[in-house]
Every structure is written in structure tokens, then in C-alpha cells.
């Protein structure tokens, strides 16, 4: 079954400051990956998508994400962290077909520090 | 344009009332999503519309839960007596359906069972 993991469920960083946020996912195929943000009270936003292709993809709001299929993560960053990112960031995953549904990490909240 | 709307915000039920939650998807968007979020379980997959076809009911966790979408645009989710373990945001999504993954989600509905 497909699964998702985020190891960190809280990280805090200093404002300007680096950051990587780590997925790992179980599947048996190719994955399509997500990352999703979701500021307090609000709901969720698409940061970017992997389905296939540049392995590096690009993001809203400065962030990136590298497919690694030999790890089997999605990690996200950014290199220099705004304190307007302060959110909760899932990972999901979604199944071979398109418009099935997205299975999430647990989510890894982040603070940022100025 | 209009992004995904939900209506109540906020729902506070007594135990063992019925509940109607309500989605009203982007224009266009043949795919509908219903997920919850809870501190417990993180954000869980209830169901999925796509066009006609029949939905995919198998993230729904009890037959008090069930959900329709009529005229293949607006969803109600219903919980009939509800538990206090119902207590959850209640998040709906929507997509183009075939062809892509990309979920587009509201704001939620809080329900709080006292």
C-alpha cells in the first residue's frame, strides 16, 4: 500500500536560513508527489507536483523539490527562508490513475525565528 | 476566479445529530474530494467523485458517513448520529479529473461533536 512519511514532525529555523523538509513514500510504481502548505485557518495550497520527467521541479513561494527514486524521497527546500513561510507542509501521493486520491504524510510544521 | 467554497466554517453539533457539510467545487472541475484532518490521524481520504461513474467510497470510516454530488457540481457530505470522535476539519477538493492530480482545496468545514 502506498505510504508516506515525513520523519520531522516540527522544525525551526532562522529567518534567511536554509531549509529541507524530507519525504520518503512507498510505491510500487512511479509516484506522482506533491507538496502541499497549509497556513493556520487556512486551507491547503499546492507548492508543486512531480509526475514524471527533470527530477528537480520548481515551485510557488521560491521552493523546490528533488525526486530521488533510489531513496525514495521528495525532499523540499528552500534556501532562504521568509518568516511568512511559518506553516505545516504535507507530502502526499497519489495512485497510478489520475484523479484517485492523495494519501498524506503526518506533516512537518515549521517555525521560523527572526 | 472562484476557488473551492464550503459552507458552515464552523459546526458545533450535539452527539447523535445529524450532520450536512457542503462543497461547492471550481467551475469545470469534474473531479470532487472529500478528505478529513484530525490531530490524531492526520489528513485522511474519505471519498471521490469523477463525472458519473460511481464513487470511490473506500476511505469512508462508517456507514453513518455517506455523500453525494448532485448535477455533478455541488457535494453534501452527511454524518447521521454523530460521535464525538467525528470531531475533525472536514476538507473538500476538486480537479480536472483525468489527465491530472492537481487537487484544488477549500477552506474546510470545523466540525466539533460535544
Known amino acids: 500500500a502506498q505510504s508516506v512519511t515525513q520523519p520531522d514532525i516540527h522544525i525551526t529555523v532562522s529567518e534567511g536560513a536554509s531549509l529541507e523538509l524530507r519525504c520518503n513514500y512507498s510505491?510500487?510504481?512511479?509516484?506522482?508527489l506533491f507538496w502541499y502548505v497549509q497556513s493556520p485557518g487556512q486551507g491547503l495550497q499546492l507548492l508543486l507536483k512531480?509526475?514524471?520527467?527533470?527530477?528537480l521541479v520548481q515551485g510557488i513561494k521560491g521552493f523546490e523539490a528533488e525526486f530521488k527514486r533510489s531513496q525514495s524521497s521528495f525532499n523540499l527546500r528552500k534556501p532562504s527562508v521568509h518568516w511568512s513561510d511559518a506553516a505545516e507542509y504535507f507530502c502526499?501521493?497519489?495512485?497510478?490513475?489520475?484523479?484517485?486520491?492523495?494519501?498524506f504524510g503526518k506533516g512537518t510544521t515549521l517555525s521560523v525565528r527572526s | 476566479g472562484a476557488g473551492v467554497s464550503q459552507s458552515p466554517s464552523n459546526k458545533v453539533t450535539e452527539k447523535g445529530k445529524d450532520v450536512e457539510l457542503r462543497c461547492d467545487p471550481i467551475?469545470?472541475?469534474?473531479?470532487l474530494y472529500w478528505y478529513r484532518q484530525s490531530l490524531g490521524q492526520g489528513l485522511e481520504f474519505l471519498i471521490y467523485f469523477q463525472g458519473n461513474s460511481a464513487p470511490d467510497k473506500s476511505g469512508l470510516p462508517s456507514d453513518r458517513f455517506s455523500a453525494e454530488r448532485t448535477g455533478g457540481s455541488v457535494s453534501t457530505l452527511t454524518i447521521q448520529r454523530t460521535q464525538q470522535e467525528d470531531s475533525a476539519v472536514y476538507l473538500c477538493?476538486?480537479?480536472f479529473g483525468t489527465g491530472t492530480f492537481e487537487q484544488y482545496f477549500g477552506p474546510g468545514t470545523r466540525l466539533t461533536v460535544t
Open positions: 477538493a476538486s480537479s
Open positions: 467551475s469545470g472541475h469534474t473531479a
Open positions: 512531480y509526475f514524471s520527467g527533470d527530477t
Open positions: 510505491y510500487g510504481a512511479t509516484p506522482y
Open positions: 502526499a501521493v497519489g495512485a497510478g490513475q489520475a484523479g484517485t486520491a492523495l494519501i
